[in-house]
């Protein structure tokens, strides 16, 4: 039993890793398959699976608006990811989070013709309860490859989102909104970098995770 409760309208940082600290994006392809994964199993509705999903059309997907979470901010690590979600509807993260995994699982399993669990059991979930947390958690998550020195391409995060406005998967506006331009949130994301993982009542339990 899950000691969280997941509360409609609250945010919460969601992060899981390989089991045995695999690898579990191995190429671009596997970044691209989670990522379409998490936008179109982001519906109230059921799709099926994401190869039924691509039999509709265009409209169809378009009209498919009520949304299980928002996603604010994503990271996705060779080993490892990040995600702060906002919940829409009742069991909506435990929802997204099931098809999510399932399905990358299932798609990841037969791609490189293995069996069994791909990542450590159940993720990881923490209460995001205040709006400072809320906008340091964000600058961890956008520049995650900065925290872990990671200079290879093998990373995908929401930044360019949040920088460049590419794609429109993430309510990057609830962070965005509370900066008067995006060079200040650039600039307050540079700075929160510096001492962000000293935050040990935030981050605690992330860098147990991480650093075991």
Same mark, same amino acid.
């Given at each position: 039993?899950?000691?969280?409760r997941f509360a ?5 940082h969601?992060y899981n890793r390989g ?5 579990v994006f191995?190429?671009?392809?596997d970044f691209?398959?989670f990522?379409?994964?998490?936008r179109?199993f982001?519906?109230?509705k059921p799709?099926?699976?994401l190869?039924e999903?691509?039999f509709r059309?265009?409209?169809?997907l378009g009209n498919r608006v009520?949304?299980?979470v928002?996603?604010v901010?994503?990271c996705?690590?060779?080993n ?6 906002a919940q #829409?509807i009742?069991?909506?993260?435990s =929802?997204?989070?099931?098809r999510? @995994?399932?399905?990358?699982t299932?798609?990841?399993?037969? !791609?490189?013709k ?9 993720f990881k979930?923490l ?14 998550v ?10 290879n ?13 590419n794609?429109?998967m993430?309510a990057?506006d609830i962070?965005? #909104?509370?900066?008067d331009?995006?060079? =200040?949130?650039?600039?307050?994301? @540079?700075s929160?970098?510096?001492?962000i993982l000293a935050? !040990?009542?935030?981050y605690?339990e992330m860098?147990?995770?991480?650093c075991?």
């Amino acid at each position: 039993m899950r000691k969280i409760r997941f509360a409609n309208g609250e945010f919460y940082h969601i992060y899981n890793r390989g089991v045995d600290k695999r690898s579990v994006f191995l190429d671009d392809t596997d970044f691209e398959r989670f990522l379409q994964s998490m936008r179109e199993f982001n519906s109230q509705k059921p799709i099926g699976s994401l190869f039924e999903n691509s039999f509709r059309n265009k409209d169809q997907l378009g009209n498919r608006v009520a949304k299980l979470v928002d996603i604010v901010a994503y990271c996705l690590n060779k080993n490892h990811y990040h995600l702060i979600l906002a919940q #829409k509807i009742e069991g909506g993260i435990s =929802e997204f989070m099931h098809r999510l @995994g399932t399905g990358y699982t299932q798609s990841f399993n037969i !791609k490189y013709k293995r069996n069994g669990a791909l990542f450590q059991g159940k993720f990881k979930a923490l209460h995001v309860d205040s709006n400072e947390y809320l906008l340091n958690l964000s600058a961890y998550v956008n520049l995650n490859n900065q925290v872990h020195k990671i200079k290879n391409k093998m990373i995908k995060s929401s930044w360019e989102e949040y920088i460049d406005g590419n794609n429109h998967m993430c309510a990057k506006d609830i962070v965005l #909104k509370q900066f008067d331009t995006l060079s =200040e949130y650039k600039n307050f994301a @540079g700075s929160s970098l510096q001492d962000i993982l000293a935050r !040990k009542k935030l981050y605690k339990e992330m860098e147990k995770l991480l650093c075991e």
